[in-house]
């Protein structure tokens, strides 16, 4: 799934993560597309932090079962019927500096979720950064308009 693939590329592209640039402080709130293009992220603030969901996919159905692509690697049996489109990644990721956020993000391709840092690197561009122990990966996402 492309999705999968592209938050895989994110959590899993250990070459180290670029130092994340401080940006005046904005405002995060909109839809953001994903490096690779293929799926667009609702971000808006809840309760002293932020969320997103997923809103848009390129592909949104499975070419295995012909349906909705679905949360299937989800560990949680009850979770795997889920689709893809409406799925939150990250809820209540807390401020953590300027035009930065810090929490946990979930990873549908493996149903894993992982430390995580968001940080708005100009008006347009957000760097997402998903952390496993001392391994990060990260993928800038722009603003989608």
């Known amino acids: 799934m492309i999705l999968r693939s592209a938050l895989a590329v994110m959590l899993l592209s250990w070459f180290g993560a670029p130092a994340l640039a401080q940006a005046p402080n904005g405002d995060p709130s909109g ?11 609702r971000v808006r603030n809840c309760g002293d932090g932020i969320c997103g969901s997923v809103m848009w996919l390129r592909e949104p159905i499975d070419p295995a079962t012909g349906q909705a692509a679905r949360d299937s690697r989800n560990p949680n049996p009850s979770l795997r019927a889920r689709p893809i489109v409406g799925l939150t990644l990250f809820d209540g990721m807390r401020p953590s500096g300027q035009s930065r956020w810090s929490g946990r993000i979930y990873n549908a391709d493996d149903g894993q979720t992982y430390v995580s840092h968001i940080a708005m690197t100009g008006p347009d561009s957000l760097r997402v950064e998903g952390c496993l122990g001392a391994l990060c990966g990260s993928e800038a996402w722009s603003r989608s308009r």
């Open 31 to 41: 839809v953001w597309m994903t490096q690779a293009g293929d799926a667009k992220i």
